[in-house]
């Protein structure tokens, strides 16, 4: 009957010994009660629920000298470029088989203690004799836990830049089971941990629930947006407990409200992604490895498009793959004029869109008997039709260029996207007041009044003043402006451009908008380094810039970057201000 059936897959579920007993105990219970009481549904429930639990199955990883390179093809299949993190996934992936080879040692040993000490059990020697054995064991659990801890994985970067497909790949290498988890938007921690089971509709967490349905201990599992997750509120702290499942000392004993007895973790291979590390609860950053995704440049979506993205979207739509033909320069001009992004999820739609209007345009042809007449190619003057009039003009060269306004270079948090933006500088009568405003933070409010007061102390030698005397804020007031006022920006890499704005309001003589510009300034006027250089030169390339200035200090940042980038940019490294008025004028 019913119960029998029950008791089998418990069985047959491999429980821990304090899983089991919890199990006989209920089913002692379970036993005594009436079927038709309230009782009894709640109990069989948590029964089937400790049966679907993995306790101990788990698949074979594909660990053999062949793993790496096979992982590697598996990588490389699915993504083009990305070659740093691909060698650091590969990195994480041997250090994993190594200390799963030394986790076996660690097992065979404590197999061969245990014997040991059960043969001395039955041998009825003094039992102090077994006592150091014992302890040997611990230390030998100890060694193994610490091995056992691998540091999860965090990939950070903007939409569509392949975090989640790139967890995807990891799995399929290792030919491990693979579940992905949402946690944007997770307030109440019962949704991670799970409901006590006083509570009517009781459930286990987000956890268990993944781990019943891959059915084994050793997952790959998402957790995508962790920087979405909700701190402590009125339902609990949902970090706090994601902060039990990622630590290694603690998670392989955790504890489900739900299921109420301890379930090993530490198998589980976690990756976690998020768009930005400032919402991420530190406790829990401290806990991630990182790898950041800079997004891709105009070059690298172009490869992306025609070795991944189009042939998916092209059999997706049930065509076959000769049926739809775009040239480089077609998915150039979808990139540039359609998109606008670090990713390639917006790309990807795109071309969605094209396929799909293409399989129509065959479908038509096909039903009319006019096959011969289908032409596969897309032309650049085609995509008005199919994807509508362009949506970014690409361009800023044809922007006018006007005194005091000076393009700058963001990067929008850790491993975010970059771009460019104009920083606006006018003047009027007034009593010598700055007035800020663009949502700027306090660093960037100090940054321009450490430019001011490096211009004012030179005015005489920038030729803005014939009087060395006279101050050029007498009379006047400045209001200085970044656009894009709703986003928040701050941060001092905005000190050079701030100063040559002031210059040139001061001077009447404008800069070319395609000439952008990053660097901090002291009040000495020197320029100092800065963050996200790769991040901005992607935007301003973008953005249609041609020239950038950057500080001496970040030549470093430049070896690094693209060809393409390198190629597409004019790039002058300067130290102090007086050398980057060479450049500019
Ligand atoms: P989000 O932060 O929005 O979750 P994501 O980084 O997880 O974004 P994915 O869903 O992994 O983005 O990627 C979007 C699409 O782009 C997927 O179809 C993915 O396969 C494709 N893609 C991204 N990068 C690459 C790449 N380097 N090569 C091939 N395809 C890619
Ligand atoms: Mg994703």
Redesign the pocket.
């Known amino acids: 009957n019913e119960l029998d059936e029950l008791k089998k897959r418990i069985d047959e579920a491999g429980l821990t010994p304090e899983a089991e007993k919890v199990a006989q105990r209920e089913l002692q219970r379970l036993q005594k009660m009436n079927p038709a009481q309230a009782e009894y549904q709640v109990c069989r429930n948590y029964l089937e629920n400790l049966a679907e639990i993995p306790w101990s199955k788990m698949t074979e990883d594909h660990f053999d000298r062949e793993t790496l390179r096979r992982a590697r093809q598996q990588l490389d299949d699915?993504?083009?470029?990305?070659e740093k993190i691909k060698k650091r996934l590969l990195e994480y992936l041997a250090v994993l088989k190594l200390k799963q080879s030394v986790n076996a040692d660690l097992e065979t040993q404590i197999k061969m203690l245990t014997e040991q000490a059960k043969e001395a059990t039955q041998d009825n020697k003094a039992s102090a004799d077994t006592a150091p054995r014992n302890e040997d064991q611990l230390q030998i659990l100890k060694t193994k836990r610490m091995v056992d801890k691998s540091p999860i994985l965090l990939?950070v970067?903007?939409?569509?830049?392949?975090?989640?497909?790139?967890?995807?790949s990891v799995a399929t290498a290792l030919g491990r089971k693979f579940h992905r988890i949402s946690l944007g938007g997770v307030r109440d921690e019962a949704e991670i941990r799970g409901h006590r089971r006083t509570y009517v509709a009781a459930m286990p967490g987000l956890i268990v629930s993944g781990l019943k349905k891959v059915a084994v201990t050793n997952p790959v599992i998402l957790l995508?947006?962790i920087d979405k997750i909700g701190t402590s509120n009125f339902h609990g702290d949902p970090s706090a407990a994601m902060l039990e499942v990622l630590d290694p000392e603690q998670n392989h004993t955790f504890v489900d409200h739900y299921v109420n007895i301890p379930i090993d973790l530490s198998k589980v291979l976690f990756i976690a992604?998020?768009?930005s590390l400032d919402t991420i609860p530190p406790p829990l950053l401290d806990r991630m490895e990182m790898i950041s995704?800079p997004g891709?440049t105009t070059l690298?979506k172009r490869h992306?498009a025609t070795?991944?993205?189009l042939p998916?979207q092209i059999t997706t739509n049930g065509l076959e793959s000769s049926r739809v033909e775009l040239s480089d320069d077609v998915i150039d001009k979808i990139i540039t004029s359609y998109t606008r992004e670090s990713?390639?999820?917006n790309?990807?739609r795109e071309l969605g869109s094209v396929c799909r209007s293409k399989a129509v345009e065959f479908a038509d042809a096909k039903d009319s008997a006019a096959l011969e007449k289908y032409n596969p190619k897309v032309m650049v003057d085609d995509l008005e039709n199919i994807l509508g009039i362009e949506r970014f003009d690409e361009e800023i060269a044809e922007k006018s260029s006007r005194p005091g306004v000076v393009t700058g270079l963001v990067a929008y948090s850790t491993g975010g996207q970059g771009s460019i933006l104009f920083i606006e500088v006018a003047d009027m009568p007034g009593t010598g007041r700055v007035q800020l405003t663009g949502t700027l933070g306090d660093v960037l409010k100090e940054s321009v009044e450490v430019a001011l007061t490096w211009v004012k102390a030179h005015a005489y030698e920038l030729a803005l003043t014939h009087d060395p005397d006279q101050d050029i804020m007498k009379n006047r007031s400045i209001h200085v402006h970044c656009p894009a006022g709703a986003t928040p920006k701050d941060g001092p890499s905005a000190g050079l451009a701030h100063t040559i704005a002031l210059i040139s309001l001061f001077s009447g003589k404008s800069v070319p908008p395609t000439m952008a510009m990053t660097g901090e300034v002291s009040l000495r006027g020197k320029v100092t380094p800065v963050g996200g250089i790769k991040e901005k030169l992607i935007g301003a390339l973008r953005a249609g810039v041609h020239t950038v200035m950057l500080p001496r200090g970040n030549r470093k940042d430049v070896k690094d970057l693209p060809e393409e980038v390198k190629n597409g940019l004019k790039i002058h490294h300067v130290e102090h201000i007086w050398e980057a008025l060479r450049y500019v004028w």
């Open positions: 699915d993504h083009y470029g990305l990939l970067g903007p939409p569509g830049t392949g975090k989640t497909s790139l967890a995807k995508d947006e992604t998020a768009n995704l891709y690298e992306i070795r991944h993205l998916k990713g390639v999820r790309l990807e």
